[in-house]
């Protein structure tokens, strides 16, 4: 496969993983953050800080990936009958939207406001489910006319579900072990609410773990067969064994009434994350091999015919090898023409004569084989450079004339 | 005691549940195993060679596609009458050559499968300039052939709808 498009894939995976956890972790802070606001308890700041930090954290964790993969799916669904890209702009567009008003809400501080970008981002996120479901069903690409019909299907609500349970795990993770574990930013003894934010966050880990494997079985009946791959497989296995891990870590961190393991359980979501990201690539990559396998064979034509030109442009003026005509000769074209019978393609001596003032249409022939006598099979193309086809041709009416002038002196 | 109890309990509960849940989900994987999408043939024939870099029409081997019901595997016939003389050297070509000489029929094994109450013919599709790849998929780039499309009745009936195909029941069923 062509280099670029072979890489389009880790690079999706990569971007979507670091997409998914931030907005993720930014869309159940934010509504954490505006629930605490409302019932007017402490804290609701720190949750909303929690990964809104500072503008580096923004450009890199929210935008440069939502534009990446907006590139990135433009060139993998290139020519595809769907028009992705425009659907992750909207996405993208609307993401931003959601970026800017949720920085406005952390200086400002209104409900209102904050609501909105809750709004914004849920959104955007289902649209981005919505269109990930998309992918795994190229056969109806064709017959879509407008993507509003299928936003609202059963896989596309299984696909957010395990978003939005993936999210509140993240999320539940970070506040451990952010505000419990790390030097940095670690909660004094005194905070107010320090108690309820510990459980919430365990809460926010324990919860999502017990529910995502219901989810990862769901989208297994969901997604259609034909996506399915064992990389798919052996991704949700390994997604149920850390999510145990996950699950045995934070049962005794309950029971024992400590934070220690926050960093062990933030290292496994991360893990969870990628793992359930990778089962998402895998079945994309596979419901549209086909798309990429055409992408690959377009480029190569294309890639083939600019070197044809540049060939053309060299190889003209230099003198032909015999050699190599006769070496190919031998090779290739002797093991179904012959010249004075017919084996697999007709004989040379029958065919060749009209080609006798016409060099340039026998090599044009034998670069680009197209049928001419519906008694034979039509000629496979045999990948022969310009410099070769001008060398065989060479030979074939060297023989050719040699042997029709001694048949004519006999 | 009894609160000690209940706390011994819960990390059993929790690994039987984890567990339980990647038995059904190897217990699928089985279960969808049997129907292999991409089975592996008796000779391992390319698509990829034979229509993609030679350039060989479907039509070329799959002869009865638009006279009959199935596409038809080819006879080894066709194969042999290039294959007789063409590259007899490779491995699977010999094998080949080795069925057509004892005159045992390749078992190839069946890709595309429609269940026993849809009835699908091969030579109206083409008739109504249906492209091959339009339900097969990309086959010259396939080394391996691989089932790519559902073939489930909800796209059928898209295709006939956009295509003003009749979609009467009795059209595909029995």
């Given at each position: 496969m062509i280099g670029h498009v072979s890489l389009l894939p880790y690079l999706i995976f990569f971007m979507l993983f670091v997409y998914l956890s931030f907005t993720g972790i930014l869309l159940v802070s934010l509504g954490l953050s505006l629930a605490f606001r409302i019932l007017r308890q402490d804290g609701s700041r720190e949750l909303l800080d929690l990964v809104t930090g500072d503008t580096k954290t923004w450009i890199f964790l929210g935008l440069l990936p939502i534009v990446s993969l907006v590139f990135?799916?433009?060139?993998?669904?290139?020519?595809?009958?769907?028009?992705?890209?425009?659907?992750?702009?909207?996405?993208?567009?609307?993401?931003?939207?959601?970026?800017?008003?949720?920085?406005?809400?952390?200086?400002?501080?209104?409900?209102?406001?904050?609501?909105?970008?809750?709004i914004l981002l849920f959104a955007s996120q289902f649209f981005l489910a919505s269109t990930m479901s998309l992918l795994y069903y190229p056969e109806h690409w064709s017959f879509i006319k407008t993507p509003l019909p299928h936003i609202f299907s059963i896989t596309v609500l299984t696909q957010f579900l395990s978003f939005l349970v993936l999210s509140?795990?993240?999320?539940?993770?970070?506040?451990?072990?952010?505000?419990?574990?790390?030097?940095?930013?670690?909660?004094p003894e005194e905070t107010p609410n320090r108690n309820v934010l510990k459980f919430l966050a365990i809460g926010h880990v324990l919860g999502p773990t017990l529910i995502l494997p219901v989810v990862i079985i769901l989208q297994f009946f969901m997604v259609p067969r034909v996506a399915v791959s064992?990389?798919?497989?052996?991704?949700?296995?390994?997604?149920?064994?850390?999510?145990?891990?996950?699950?045995?870590?934070?049962?005794?961190?309950?029971?024992?009434?400590?934070?220690?393991?926050?960093?062990?359980?933030?290292?496994c979501t991360l893990i969870t994350v990628g793992l359930f990201v990778f089962s998402l690539s895998a079945l994309q990559a596979t419901a549209n091999r086909e798309h990429s396998l055409l992408l690959a064979t377009t480029a190569q034509r294309a890639q083939n015919e600019l070197t044809a030109i540049q060939e053309a442009r060299y190889t003209t003026t230099l003198p032909v090898d015999e050699n190599l005509g006769e070496k190919i000769y031998n090779e290739r074209c002797n093991a179904c023409h012959r010249f004075d019978s017919v084996l697999i393609g007709p004989a040379y001596n029958e065919v060749l004569a009209k080609y006798k003032d016409d060099l340039a249409g026998l090599i044009d022939f034998i670069r680009n084989p197209n049928k001419v006598n519906p008694a034979f099979p039509v000629m496979p193309n045999q990948g022969l450079s310009l410099r070769d086809c001008r060398a065989i041709a060479a030979h074939l009416m060297k023989v050719f004339s040699e042997t029709a002038d001694g048949g004519g002196s006999d | 005691m009894e609160g000690e109890v209940t706390k011994k309990l819960w990390a059993p509960i929790l690994i039987g549940y984890f567990l339980f849940m990647v038995v059904v989900l190897v217990g699928l994987r089985a279960h969808w195993q049997g129907e292999d999408l991409s089975p592996e043939q008796p000779i391992a024939f390319s698509h990829t060679i034979h229509a993609g870099d030679l350039g060989l029409d479907c039509t070329h081997c799959h002869v009865y596609v638009s006279q009959s019901r199935t596409a038809g595997v080819p006879p080894l016939s066709i194969c042999m009458k290039c294959?007789?003389?063409?590259?007899?050297?490779?491995?699977?070509?010999?094998?080949?050559?080795?069925?057509?000489?004892?005159?045992?029929?390749?078992?190839?094994?069946?890709?595309?499968?429609?269940?026993?109450?849809?009835?699908?013919?091969?030579?109206?599709?083409?008739?109504?300039?249906?492209?091959?790849?339009?339900?097969?998929?990309?086959?010259?780039?396939?080394?391996?052939?691989?089932?790519?499309?559902s073939l489930e009745m909800g796209w059928c009936v898209k295709c006939h709808r956009s295509k003003d195909a009749p979609t009467d029941c009795t059209t595909c069923h029995k």
């Open positions: 990135l799916f433009g060139q993998y669904l290139y020519d595809a009958p769907l028009p992705i890209h425009q659907y992750l702009i909207m996405i993208a567009g609307m993401a931003m939207c959601s970026f800017v008003v949720i920085v406005i809400y952390r200086r400002i501080q209104q409900i209102a406001i904050g609501g909105l970008g809750f509140a795990l993240v999320t539940g993770a970070a506040i451990l072990f952010f505000y419990f574990q790390w030097g940095e930013r670690t909660l064992d990389d798919f497989f052996a991704s949700g296995v390994l997604t149920l064994l850390s999510l145990l891990v996950i699950s045995l870590l934070s049962l005794s961190m309950i029971l024992k009434n400590h934070v220690r393991y926050a960093a062990a359980v933030f290292i | 294959h007789e003389s063409a590259i007899t050297d490779r491995p699977e070509v010999k094998k080949l050559t080795e069925y057509w000489e004892t005159k045992e029929p390749v078992v190839w094994k069946k890709v595309h499968s429609l269940p026993w109450h849809v009835r699908f013919r091969h030579d109206r599709h083409i008739k109504a300039d249906v492209d091959c790849t339009v339900c097969h998929g990309e086959i010259k780039a396939m080394d391996r052939v691989r089932q790519v499309r």
